[in-house]
T-cell receptor, first 112, second 114 residues
Framework: SQTIHQWPATLVQPVGSPLSLECTVEGTSNPNLYWYRQAAGRGLQLLFYSVGIGQISSEVPQNLSASRPQDRQFILSSKKLLLSDSGFYLC???????????FGEGSWLTVV | DQQVKQNSPSLSVQEGRISILNCDYTNSMFDYFLWYKKYPAEGPTFLISISSIKDKNEDGRFTVFLNKSAKHLSLHIVPSQPGDSAVYFCAASALAGNNRKLIWGLGTSLAVNP
C-alpha cells in the first residue's frame, strides 16, 4: 500500500531564515505531488504541484519554491521566511490519472 | 471567485442524529466530487467521492448526494458520532489540459454533541 510521510512535523523559525520541508511517497511510481497550505481559520490553498521529476507548477506567487529531485520526493523551500509564511503545510499525492489525492500528516510552521 | 462554496462555516448536531453538510459549485465542467475530513493538526483524510454520472454514493454511515442541475452536493452522516467532529472539506475536480485540477471549499466545522 502507498504511504506518504512529511517532516518535520513542527518547526519554529525566525524571520529571514531558510526553510526546507520534505515529503516522500512510498508504494507507487510517478505520482502527482502537491504542496498545500492551510492558514489559520482558512481553507486549503494549493501552492505547487508536480507531475514528474523536475516539473513544478506554481499556483500562487509567493516567497516559497518547490523541487522534485526524485520521483517520490517533494521539497518545499524558502531562502528567507516571512511572518506571513506561518501556517500548516500539507504534502499530498495522487495517481497520475487519479481523481483522489491523499495527504501527509502536515507540518506546522511558525515564523517568529 | 470561489468556485466551490461551503456556505456553513460550522454545524452542531446531537449524537445519533443526521449531519448534513452542503456544498455548491459554479463550474459545470466539474465531473468528480470528493469529501475530506480533517482533525486539527492532521492532514485531511479522504472520506467519499462521487462521479458526475451518479447522483448518490453510499459508504457505511456516509452518503453523498449530487444534484447536477442545482450544482449542489451534500454529505449525510447517519448516525452522527462524537468522533465525527472535525472540519469537512468539499472538493471538485475537472480536467484542465492534461491534468486534473482540484478546487476546494473552505470547510465546515462539524461538532457532534454527546
Amino acid at each position: 500500500s502507498q504511504t506518504i510521510h512529511q517532516w518535520p512535523a513542527t518547526l519554529v523559525q525566525p524571520v529571514g531564515s531558510p526553510l526546507s520541508l520534505e515529503c516522500t511517497v512510498e508504494g507507487t511510481s510517478n505520482p502527482n505531488l502537491y504542496w498545500y497550505r492551510q492558514a489559520a481559520g482558512r481553507g486549503l490553498q494549493l501552492l505547487f504541484y508536480s507531475v514528474g521529476i523536475g516539473q513544478i507548477s506554481s499556483e500562487v506567487p509567493q516567497n516559497l519554491s518547490a523541487s522534485r529531485p526524485q520521483d517520490r520526493q517533494f521539497i518545499l523551500s524558502s531562502k528567507k521566511l516571512l511572518l506571513s509564511d506561518s501556517g500548516f503545510y500539507l504534502c499530498a499525492w495522487s495517481l497520475n490519472s487519479g481523481n483522489t489525492i491523499y495527504f501527509g500528516e502536515g507540518s506546522w510552521l511558525t515564523v517568529v | 471567485d470561489q468556485q466551490v462554496k461551503q456556505n456553513s462555516p460550522s454545524l452542531s448536531v446531537q449524537e445519533g442524529r443526521i449531519s448534513i453538510l452542503n456544498c455548491d459549485y459554479t463550474n459545470s465542467m466539474f465531473d468528480y466530487f470528493l469529501w475530506y475530513k480533517k482533525y486539527p493538526a492532521e492532514g485531511p483524510t479522504f472520506l467519499i467521492s462521487i462521479s458526475s454520472i451518479k447522483d448518490k454514493n453510499e459508504d457505511g454511515r456516509f452518503t453523498v448526494f449530487l444534484n447536477k442541475s442545482a450544482k449542489h452536493l451534500s454529505l449525510h452522516i447517519v448516525p452522527s458520532q462524537p468522533g465525527d467532529s472535525a472540519v469537512y472539506f468539499c472538493a471538485a475536480s475537472a480536467l484542465a489540459g492534461n491534468n486534473r485540477k482540484l478546487i476546494w471549499g473552505l470547510g465546515t466545522s462539524l461538532a457532534v454533541n454527546p
